[in-house]
């Protein structure tokens, strides 16, 4: 199972970009990329999804480099509600359980 | 999109008893469902996987007499904490993966239960 690593904790603030970086340099070939948010006693929810290069959805931006070895979530415009912790895993549901790794908690500030 | 449905959502029981906790799928049909702990401030920490018709399968470490899995039917799962003690009490969630999808699929989470024996 690839291993993740991220940082454990970001700040920012209200209307700022804020790109959290996940590293996971022995990702298989099969396996995507996933992206959580979890907030306080509540289950985790999809954010986003990606194989390679860039995907983007109405929340979030996901880029990854060609060698796939790490990722960067990027939330535009980030508002209070965005407060949470972030997880990136990595791997493919369908074959292989997914293990969450500790995740970064992103505080925003007005 | 898919919904997953956990229930009860917080529950406090004396210590010695035994909790069930369900969690449903309720617009599709999950043949693989996952169960996780996770106590404050920490990550989620996978206790089972629990495939429809079938014995679950637990991690390393996690006392399968304790916490009794069963998947009867492709939209629900349950989870029994036997004869629960203090140390027992965490937040557990639970997570399904729609059935004849792609290996690329995400996961879907229930919104958890918070466990408390006193």
């Known amino acids: 199972l690839a291993k993740t690593t991220q940082p454990i904790s970001m700040d920012s603030y209200e209307g700022q970009e804020v790109n959290i970086t996940c590293s996971h340099n022995?990702?298989?070939?099969?396996?995507?990329i996933t992206w959580y948010q979890q907030f306080p006693s509540q289950g985790p929810r999809f954010i986003i999804q990606g194989y390679k290069t860039k995907v983007t959805n109405e929340v979030a931006s996901l880029f990854i480099p060609a060698d796939r070895k790490s990722s960067t979530l990027s939330l535009p415009r980030v508002s209070l509600s965005d407060t949470a912790v972030y997880y990136c895993l990595v791997g493919n549901s369908g074959y292989s359980t997914l293990t969450f790794g500790k995740g970064t908690m992103l505080l925003v500030s007005p | 999109g898919a919904v997953v449905s956990q229930h009860p959502s917080r529950v406090i029981c004396k210590s010695g008893t035994s909790v069930k906790i369900e969690c449903r799928s309720l617009d599709f049909q999950a043949t693989t469902m996952f169960w996780y702990r996770q106590f404050p401030k920490q990550s989620l920490m996978l206790m089972a996987t629990s495939n429809e018709g079938s014995k679950a399968t637990y991690e390393q470490g996690v006392e399968k007499d304790k916490f009794l899995i069963n998947h009867a039917s492709l939209t629900l799962s349950t989870l029994t904490v036997t004869s629960a003690h203090p140390e027992d009490s965490s937040f557990y969630i639970c997570s399904a993966i729609p059935r004849d999808r792609g290996f690329n699929e995400k996961l879907f989470f229930g919104s958890g239960t918070q466990l408390s024996v006193l």
């Open positions: 022995n990702i298989a070939t099969n396996d995507y």
